[in-house]
Each structure stands twice: as structure tokens, then as C-alpha cells.
């Protein structure tokens, strides 16, 4: 009797501490870059030419966000806030070159404790060691998009191969090896899109015959907004350089690999350089050799979360697997004649996020309304896990938004904080936004202004509207909610 007692009580516990095998598995798949207007499930100009049917294939069966935003438009801290659950003024990662502080607490430390098998294979970019996962196989640095190396817990391993297919090689190699007996919290992070864009061999002849539809802003002249537009470092027409063209090559590549790329790229640069074009044609000619690599590689990652979704499908985990995907941000495709990202305007603002979680999450559904953030990610995965969310945790839990049950008090606005100030010329900036009016303050120096936009009448973000009486409530109601925020989130008063 006393041994059948004992026996449920530990039967009790486990089931109070959650370490069943039942719980959900989750895939977090996260990229580097990847525009929402680079995704075909999004729509858009580009979505017929450059279709991603493998991530549309997660929407299809789950949730697409169309109101997803960055709390820090950069890469690095954005990575931070997926950690913690907190803004980069508390997770101490405030821009590109901090050191992520690995000993605070993070989503995959408390799940490992929670009974998950945790691992990260793919960029890092904190760095600092990894810490709270199993496993973890991350690029040094920025990574380089031929042949590899990942740091492999503790050890330097060097891949010959294109790194996002490498990167899903070991995330599938080490799904095999996993522990078959505990849920995993598994993410695979690549790379691409991230500059400078080097596409696998493979697929050099994808787009090659196709004139890429031009944004509309693709020759803006930023004469509608504060002086902070136009003193940008990251025009299409004078500031990609030879490597961002394929002039050059970043990666250390084999020969073979060289003379793949060679064979494409070289009659073509020579081509470009004997016609020595000037004023728009040059741009024209920039803008179609940066966006058709930036779509191959899009293509690579597509294939690849095709893989990953392969993979569950034939080993029985689709059914009990979260799989989102998203990226650290958005990013420019020429939009005000920009690549990059950091601005708070909407196209680095907004970034992907889509959701699929059979039986939980109704199928091609799109959630349009709600607004969203990388913030929300930490808590999303430990609510999941069905374990509890530490009260620090800045962030809201995606569950109930998820299934389609967003709470009377869900967020009206959100917040944002770019510290970064003069990489490619983009000035430190806050600002706060409803999903229609945003507000936004570029405080330092000779640039000290405000620009509010309305994205309704105004969705290219054209013409600020600060201090136009037409909008004077709304306006004050922003900057209201911006006061209230930055005490909310503890944003220190000299930031």
C-alpha cells in the first residue's frame, strides 16, 4: 500500500511539474533579415516571382501576424529580447558589439529546468558563450555564407557547404540524437538573408532573366520628413559597396565554389563595368543585383524549412510541434532607396511571424489586429511548455492570441528603442506606434525632432504630419502613451 501511495504522488508531482513527454514540442526557426515583403504568404509585388511555399506551407496550417514588431531594429539585441523576455535597456544588449550577459536568466535556461531538451544550432551573434542549452553549434561572428564554422560546444568545427544548408544539416543531425524521451525547444537560426548575399550556386539562374519590380520609394528624396532620412549611410545607389554587389566575395570559398560563382557573376560584372552608367540607371542596376541575390538566398532558406518540415512530418512530430518562424527583424528591399534595417519605419519595424501548432492554432488563419513583438516570444515558449512565466518578463504569452481568444487587455501600443546611433547613419531613436499613427523622437543634436505618421492615408511613410492640428488628438494621445510605456518598461529618463 505505502509503495502504491508513493508511487502516485511521484506520479502527481511529475504531472504538477510538467515533465511529461506529452508536452509540446517547440521549432523555433529564425532568420536574419527576412523582409515580410520577401515572403509570399505576406503578398505582395514580389510574392508571384519569388514564391516561399515551404513557409507558406506553416501559414496555411497556422497563424500569419501582420502586426509583429521589433522592440530594437538590429540584430544582435533583438536576439536578446527573444532570450529574455526584456527590453535591451534591462537585457543589457543595447546594440551590435555588446556582450550578452549569459549568466541572467533566459526562456531556454527556465525550460531546460522545466524538463526540455534545449539546443541552438545556427547564428548567435552575442558574443558571449551560449548558455542554457544542451547543445548548441552557433557561427562565430556574423558567419560567412560558404563554408562555415560553428562553435560546437566549446569546440571550433569547420563544414564545407552552403551554410544554410549546413546549419539545417546539424539542426536535423542533432534531432536525431535527441533525448526521444523529453519535449525539445530546438532553434535553428540562419544566416541568410543577412548581407552580403551570396547565393548557393544552385540557384544563380533563379531570377536571372527577370526585370524585379521596383519599390515605389526606390528614388525617395526624404523631403517629407525630419532631417533624419536623409542623412542615412545605406543608399542602393552609393553605399553597398563591392562585396554587397558580388564584385567581391566575403566568403573563403573552394575552387570549385569560385568557379561556380565565377562563371555567373564575372561576363556580367564585366558587362556592368564597361557600360559605366551613372545617376538612375546605376541605382536601377544596383537595386536588381542586390534584390535578385537577396531573393536566392530566401530561396535556400525556403528549401530548408521544407526540410525541417519534412522531418517531422516523417517521424510522427508534426502533430505535437509548435513551429514558429520569424526573424530578427525586417529589412529594406529598396524601400527609400535603402537596404539594411534599424529605422522604426515600417519595413524594418515589421517583421515576419507566423505559427503553426496543430489542433491549437486554426489553420490559414491571419491575425491582423493584434499587435505583436519579439518581446512576447519568452513567454509565449514558457506558457507552451506549460511552466510558469517569471513576473520580470516584459512580454505577453502568444497562447491565447494563438487560439484565437486575445484577452479584453491585450496591448493598444507598442514601443521602440534603437540605441545604435550613426551605423549607416541612422540616429538614435524611440517612438510608439497604435498600428495606424506612429510617433517617433530623434532627440540628439542638430537632428532634435519629432515625425507622426498616418499609415492609413500614408502607408509609404512619406509625409510626417507632426504638429498638424488634424491630428492633434492623436498626436497627444501617442505622446501620452509614449510617457506611460517608457515608465512601464523602466526605460531610464536619459535614454
Known amino acids: 500500500m505505502r509503495i502504491f501511495l508513493l508511487l ?14 506529452e508536452r509540446p514540442n517547440i521549432l523555433f526557426i529564425f532568420c536574419d533579415d527576412h523582409a515580410t515583403q520577401a515572403i509570399s504568404a505576406y503578398g ?43 527590453y535591451s535597456h ?63 560546444n566549446e569546440e571550433i568545427v569547420k563544414h564545407e557547404g552552403y551554410t544554410t544548408d549546413v546549419i539545417t544539416d546539424q539542426t536535423l543531425a542533432w534531432l536525431e540524437q535527441r533525448d526521444p524521451e523529453k519535449p525539445f525547444f530546438l532553434m535553428s537560426q540562419h544566416k541568410a ?20 519590380p521596383e ?13 533624419a ?15 554587397r554587389l558580388m564584385f567581391k566575395y566575403s566568403s573563403k570559398l573552394t575552387p570549385a565554389q569560385k568557379t561556380g560563382l565565377d562563371a555567373y557573376f564575372a561576363p556580367r560584372n564585366a558587362a556592368y563595368h564597361e557600360a559605366n552608367l551613372e545617376g538612375k540607371d546605376r541605382t536601377r542596376w544596383h537595386y536588381q543585383r542586390y534584390i535578385k541575390n537577396y531573393l536566392r538566398c530566401v530561396r535556400a532558406v525556403d528549401e530548408n524549412v521544407g526540410r525541417l518540415l519534412a522531418y517531422l512530418d516523417e517521424n510522427g512530430l508534426t502533430e505535437n510541434t509548435l513551429v514558429i518562424y520569424s526573424s530578427d527583424q525586417g529589412f529594406y528591399l529598396g524601400e527609400h532607396g535603402w537596404f539594411d534595417k534599424r529605422w522604426m519605419y515600417e519595413e524594418s519595424f515589421r517583421t515576419p511571424l507566423i505559427a503553426r501548432w496543430p489542433g491549437v492554432v486554426e489553420a490559414g488563419a491571419v491575425n491582423d489586429t493584434d499587435i505583436v513583438s519579439n518581446l512576447d516570444f519568452a513567454s509565449t515558449f514558457l506558457d507552451v ?73 500614408d502607408p509609404l511613410e512619406l509625409e510626417s504630419r507632426f504638429g498638424d492640428p488634424e491630428l492633434s488628438r492623436q498626436q497627444a494621445f501617442l505622446e501620452s502613451e509614449m510617457r506611460r510605456l517608457q515608465e512601464k518598461y523602466e526605460v531610464p529618463a536619459t535614454e
Not at 215 to 221: H, K, N, Q
Not at 229 to 243: E, K, Y
Open 8 to 21: 502516485h504522488f511521484v506520479i502527481l508531482a511529475f504531472a504538477c511539474w510538467g515533465f511529461s513527454t
Open 193 to 212: 538573408p543577412h548581407g552580403r548575399w551570396e547565393p548557393a550556386i544552385r540557384h544563380l539562374d533563379f531570377l536571372a532573366d527577370v526585370d524585379v
Open 229 to 243: 532620412a536623409a542623412g542615412h549611410a545605406m543608399g542602393i545607389a552609393d553605399h553597398m559597396g563591392d562585396f
Open 44 to 86: 505582395g509585388p514580389l510574392a508571384e516571382i519569388a514564391p516561399t511555399p515551404h513557409i507558406d506551407r506553416i501559414a496555411e496550417e497556422g497563424m500569419l501576424f501582420r502586426k509583429a514588431y521589433v522592440t530594437n531594429s538590429i540584430c544582435g539585441p533583438s536576439r536578446a529580447v527573444v532570450l529574455t523576455g526584456k
Open 385 to 457: 511548455a506549460g511552466t510558469n512565466i517569471p513576473d520580470d518578463l516584459q512580454g505577453e504569452s502568444l497562447v491565447p492570441v494563438m487560439k484565437g481568444l486575445t484577452p479584453q487587455d491585450w496591448r493598444k501600443t507598442h514601443y521602440y528603442h534603437y540605441y545604435e546611433s550613426g551605423g549607416h547613419g541612422v540616429p538614435l531613436h524611440f517612438g510608439v506606434t497604435d498600428g495606424r499613427y506612429k510617433l517617433i523622437r530623434f532627440p540628439e543634436g542638430h537632428l532634435d525632432s519629432w515625425e507622426l505618421f498616418d499609415l492609413e492615408s
Open 90 to 152: 534591462l537585457n543589457g544588449f543595447r546594440k551590435n558589439g555588446d556582450t550578452f550577459d549569459g549568466s541572467q536568466q533566459t526562456a531556454p535556461k527556465l525550460l531546460r529546468k522545466a524538463g526540455y531538451e534545449t539546443a541552438i544550432v545556427g547564428k548567435w551573434h552575442l558574443k558571449s558563450e551560449p548558455t542554457g542549452f544542451d547543445h548548441y553549434e552557433v557561427l562565430i561572428g556574423q558567419g560567412q555564407y560558404y563554408n562555415c564554422r560553428l562553435k560546437t
Open 215 to 227: 519599390p515605389p520609394t526606390l528614388f525617395d528624396d526624404y523631403s517629407g520628413r525630419s532631417q
